[in-house]
Antibody
Framework: EVHLVQSGAEVKKPGESLKISCECSGYSFINYWIAWVRQMPGKGLEWMGIIYPGDSDIRYSPSFQGQVTISADKSINIAYLQWSSLKASDTAMYYC???????????WGQGTLVTVSS | DIQMTQSPSSLSASVGDRVTITCQANEDISNYLNWYQQKPGKAPKLLIYDASNLETGVPSRFSGSGSGTHFTFTINSLQPEDTATYYCQKYDNLSALTFGGGTRVEIK
C-alpha cells in the first residue's frame, strides 16, 4: 500500500531555515514524480514544484523558483522541501503528493503545518 | 504560463441536486485535467484524472468531461458527505501543474 508520511508541525522565527520531509513507501520511489503543494490559511492549493527522484530532475513553479529548494534521497525514499530564510508569509500547510501517469496527484501526505512568527 | 479559471467560487445546493463546476484553460491542454476534493482539515483527494477517468473507489455520481480548453465536473445527486472544496488541476507542456481557484460546495 502506498503511503506518504510527512514530518511534524514546525514553529519557526523569521530568518530561520527549515527542511521538511516526505517519506514514501509501498511503491518504486525512483519511478514517480513527487510534487509539493502549498495551502495558505483559508486559501486554495498552489503547486510549488516537482521532483523525479530517479534522476533528481526538478521543475519549479515560477512563483516559488528561488524561494524554496526541493530535493530527494533515493537511498531512503524521502523527498524534502527546504527554506534558507523563512518569512511570515511562508506560514501555511505544505503537502507532498505522488504524481502518477499524466501528473495527476494520486497519493498525498497528511500535510506539514509550518508557522513562522516572531 | 497557462492559467486555469474555475467557476463558480462557491455554490449551495440541495441533497439530490445535480452540481456542475467548470474549469477553463487559456490554452489547449488536451485532456491533462484532474479534479480533487478537499474536506476541511484533510489532504486533497483525487476524484477524476485525465478529464474523465474516475479514480478507483470514487463513487460513480462524480464525473468529468471536456478537452482542450473547457472542462466540466459534475456531481449527480449531491450527498451530504460531498460538502467540500473542489479543485481542478492541469498539466501542460512546460511541466506546470497549476490548480484552479477552487469551488466550495455546501448543502442548502
Amino acid at each position: 500500500e502506498v503511503h506518504l508520511v510527512q514530518s511534524g508541525a514546525e514553529v519557526k522565527k523569521p530568518g530561520e531555515s527549515l527542511k521538511i520531509s516526505c517519506e514514501c513507501s509501498g511503491y518504486s520511489f525512483i519511478n514517480y514524480w513527487i510534487a509539493w503543494v502549498r495551502q495558505m490559511p483559508g486559501k486554495g492549493l498552489e503547486w510549488m514544484g516537482i521532483i523525479y527522484p530517479g534522476d533528481s530532475d526538478i521543475r519549479y513553479s515560477p512563483s516559488f523558483q528561488g524561494q524554496v529548494t526541493i530535493s530527494a534521497d533515493k537511498s531512503i525514499n524521502i523527498a524534502y522541501l527546504q527554506w534558507s530564510s523563512l518569512k511570515a508569509s511562508d506560514t501555511a500547510m505544505y503537502y507532498c503528493a505522488r504524481a502518477g501517469g499524466s501528473y495527476f496527484l494520486d497519493y498525498w501526505g497528511q500535510g506539514t503545518l509550518v508557522t513562522v512568527s516572531s | 504560463d497557462i492559467q486555469m479559471t474555475q467557476s463558480p467560487s462557491s455554490l449551495s445546493a440541495s441533497v439530490g441536486d445535480r452540481v456542475t463546476i467548470t474549469c477553463q484553460a487559456n490554452e489547449d491542454i488536451s485532456n491533462y485535467l484532474n479534479w480533487y476534493q478537499q474536506k476541511p482539515g484533510k489532504a486533497p483527494k483525487l476524484l477524476i484524472y485525465d478529464a474523465s477517468n474516475l479514480e478507483t473507489g470514487v463513487p460513480s455520481r462524480f464525473s468529468g468531461s471536456g478537452s482542450g480548453t473547457h472542462f466540466t465536473f459534475t456531481i449527480n445527486s449531491l450527498q451530504p458527505e460531498d460538502t467540500a472544496t473542489y479543485y481542478c488541476q492541469k498539466y501542460d507542456n512546460l511541466s506546470a501543474l497549476t490548480f484552479g481557484g477552487g469551488t466550495r460546495v455546501e448543502i442548502k
